[in-house]
Nanobody, 124 residues
Framework: QVQLVESGGGLVQTGGSLRLSCVAS????????MGWFRQAPGKEREFVAG????????SYAESVKGRFTISRDNAKNTVYLQMSSLKPEDTAIYYC?????????????????WGQGTQVTVSS
């Protein structure tokens, strides 16, 4: 069955960096776009970044543009989220997700499999 396993979360100070990883199994990884979402306590899950099946197309939420970078390694079935200049408002559980198509969507309905999430906490 399809599994998405995130790692790399943790506690970091404002201005710090983290790199999240998501390893996929049980699917033709290179055939689908992938996305990262996040959910803070009391808030809805929101789009963070997405990457096309080839890796040549990316999209970002306005709130993270210029600070976060999404990438993928199809040989390793892994998608990454490099996060820099972190702010307290970036604190959330971060989820990776598999798109239903080859290009990323900003809507949660565009994804049919989700990881269990990894906690990112940014202290002020």
């Amino acid at each position: 069955q399809v599994q998405l396993v995130e790692s790399g979360g943790g506690l970091v100070q404002t201005g710090g960096s983290l790199r999240l990883s998501c390893v996929a199994s049980g699917l033709a990884f290179s055939s689908y776009a992938m996305g990262w979402f996040r959910q803070a306590p009391g808030k809805e899950r929101e789009f963070v970044a997405g990457i096309s099946w080839t890796g040549r197309g990316t999209s970002y939420a306005e709130s993270v543009k210029g600070r976060f970078t999404i990438s993928r390694d199809n040989a390793k079935n892994t998608v990454y989220l490099q996060m820099s200049s972190l702010k307290p408002e970036d604190t959330a559980i971060y989820y990776c997700a598999k798109s239903v198509v080859t290009s990323p969507s900003m809507a949660t309905t565009g994804y049919n499999y989700w990881g269990q999430g990894t906690q990112v906490t940014v202290s002020s």
